[in-house]
């Protein structure tokens, strides 16, 4: 059962939509059920010589006092409106059922508290099968004005109890900090323009993957523009700073062709310019070099810091965990943009997913989760795909969407723990897409058999409690490819195997070299990294036997090179 808690100025365009067709004539057979006093609320659905004007009258009763009180100046959103529907699946609910709901509502949310005769004046209207409208004016007969704060939330909660004491499906509860769901409007608007999002919902995916991508504040309002979007900022009276924005997406008017704009906040609450601001560095760290040498880094650096966020999602600090989830959420974005294939979709549909699990209630410390947000962004600026270590990322992002939603779910986040488990699904699927064709060729290209009874011997000695299990793996043909592409590069197979054991998940893995595989898939070339190292030994030396002339134009000097490079 939902509740949908919003407030407005007017009584009688509401009391209009309610009893008149709806939109596309979906209305039928409107009629109150409930209201503040049955006897003397006039309903223009059962009685053909009740009019809305008779109707919004009443209703404004008090409202219509206290303006003159206040010399004409009207209470401002004096309207309250509370749809309540129950979920698709959920049986039939009579008239009478309704109206005990309502009054429940009313109840709890303060609008009209059993007992209380000077409460707020209160209708609500059947018009389909599935769900009711409360409508209210938000002046009580004392002329104050009723105690509505976490009203939603409070509206939720009374429903969670209804849902069980009616045996109705049971929805999970929220926490406020979910985006604005898209009106009946804005999804009409969408049907019509055969749009399969609305404009709302459009724009917040958008903002979300730019957000997870750029350096700067400056970058996120660029490269929304370049999108087609308009952005409109809002400034401060005395400092000129940015405290605000809007966005529009391309092509959405209002009847008057202007467009339509969502607030950030209004698009999702980690998309206010002030919760942006904690995620996206400063200009000094913005201005460090993007590109690695190395065009693997990324994907490394990635893994790596994916697998400390798991580490820190075990701990007991919440604060960081929550910080890591978010960092996690804009990761997504990143990965599914640098990866190419089939796979791509699952990955653009678990961080859609992913978006309800990256905020709760527990406050978030972005900072520590600094190394992830900067790792994926790499990969923004990634120039290629290295399959193997694509993969990798992928089976690590698998485990920590699933730490996550554990995570969630032990903290009573029933609604992010739902939406980490969608994630989870998606990944596990893109997962399986693309390790699938690899870990054959991996199997096709298995070392001799020399080879892999050397490597069977280092997995008895490393891991003498796992061996048993990692050998009757189907996935130990391809883990002996792997192990012996990880001595070409310079690792010594059983310290290597060693130290990638000491991660969480092998315990409880159902095929443990599968997980071995793509750990140690995942190291770096030790072979190149000594390379480099070298080379950049006898650069410097270099450098240092030739006299610096003191005209030396900045662009050349070394760390400048390396800054443009």
């Known amino acids: 059962m939902v509740p949908d ?10 009391i209009a939509y309610l009893f008149g067709p709806g939109r596309r004539d979906e209305h039928t057979n409107p009629h109150i059920v409930a209201a503040w006093d049955m006897a003397g609320a006039p309903d223009p659905g059962r009685d053909p010589a009740a009019t809305y004007t008779q109707l919004a009258r009443r209703l404004d009763h008090h409202v219509d006092l206290r303006t003159r009180e206040l010399g004409g100046k009207k209470p401002p959103q004096h309207v309250w409106h509370c749809p309540v ?46 769900h009711i409208h409360i409508m209210a004016t938000t002046v009580r007969a004392d002329g104050r004005r009723p105690r509505t704060h976490q009203d939603g939330w409070r509206a939720q909660a009374e429903c969670r109890r209804i849902e069980a004491e009616f045996g109705l499906r049971r929805l999970k509860s929220g926490d406020l900090t979910a985006p604005r769901t898209p009106t009946g409007a804005e999804r009409a608007k969408a049907e019509r323009q055969g749009q399969t999002v609305t404009a709302r919902q459009w724009l917040r995916e958008r903002a979300y993957a730019v957000a997870a991508a750029v350096h700067t504040e400056a970058d996120y309002f660029t490269v929304l523009q370049s999108l087609g979007i308009k952005v409109k900022t809002r400034l401060g009276p005395e400092s000129g700073d940015v405290i605000g924005y809007s966005l529009a997406a391309p092509g959405d008017t209002n009847s008057a062709g202007e467009p339509v704009w969502y607030g950030g906040s209004k698009l999702a609450p980690d ?20 590109f690695a040498a190395d065009p693997t880094e990324p994907w490394q650096h990635t893994i790596s810091a994916i697998q400390r966020a798991h580490t820190v999602l075990d701990s007991d600090d919440d604060a960081a965990a929550q910080g890591q989830i978010a960092a996690f959420g804009d990761a997504l974005y990143n990965i599914a943009s ?16 992913f978006n309800r699990a990256r ?16 790792a994926a962004q790499e990969l923004a600026y990634a120039s290629n795909e290295p399959g193997g270590l694509a993969i990798a ?10 730490a996550a939603a554990t995570w969630h779910e032990q903290r009573g986040h029933e609604q992010q723990a739902a939406a980490a488990e969608e994630a989870f699904s998606h990944l596990q699927t893109g997962y399986q897409q693309a390790a699938a064709p690899a870990l054959a060729e991996l199997a096709h290209r298995a070392p001799r058999a020399a080879t892999a009874s050397r490597f069977e011997q ?21 883990l ?16 290597l195997l060693i130290e990638v054991s000491a991660q969480p998940e092998l315990d409880s893995a159902e095929r443990p070299a599968e997980v071995l595989n793509w750990r140690i898939a995942a190291q770096p070339n030790r072979r190149t990294q000594a390379a480099r190292r070298q080379s950049a030994i006898s650069g410097t030396s270099a450098r240092s036997a030739t006299p610096r002339h003191p005209a030396t134009p900045e662009a050349t000097r070394p760390e400048e090179r390396s800054r443009h490079r």
Do not use: M
């Open 85 to 130: 529907r129950t979920a698709p699946g959920d049986r039939y609910l009579t008239d009478a059922e309704w109206a005990q709901v309502a009054r429940r509502v009313v109840h709890a949310t303060g609008i009209a508290p059993d007992g209380d005769e000077r409460a707020c004046r209160w209708i609500a209207v059947r018009h389909a099968d599935d």
């Open 359 to 374: 905020r709760s209630a527990t406050s978030a410390d972005h900072q520590v989760a600094t190394a992830l947000r900067k």
């Open 271 to 290: 998309l206010s310019i002030n919760r942006l601001r904690e995620r996206l560095p400063d200009q000094e760290a913005a201005d460090r070099p993007r």
């Open 338 to 353: 640098a990866t190419t294939g089939l796979h791509r979709a699952e990955l653009r549909s678990a961080a859609v997913a």
């Open 458 to 478: 280092d997995v008895r000695a490393a891991l003498p409690n796992h061996a048993d299990r990692i050998l009757a793996d189907p996935t130990w043909t391809a």
């Open 393 to 402: 990322l992928l089976f690590a992002t698998v485990h920590l969407a699933r």
């Open 5 to 14: 808690v919003s407030t407005g100025s007017d009584s009688r365009g509401l």
């Open 480 to 495: 002996t490819t792997t192990l012996a592409q990880a001595e070409t590069a310079g690792h010594n197979p059983r310290r």
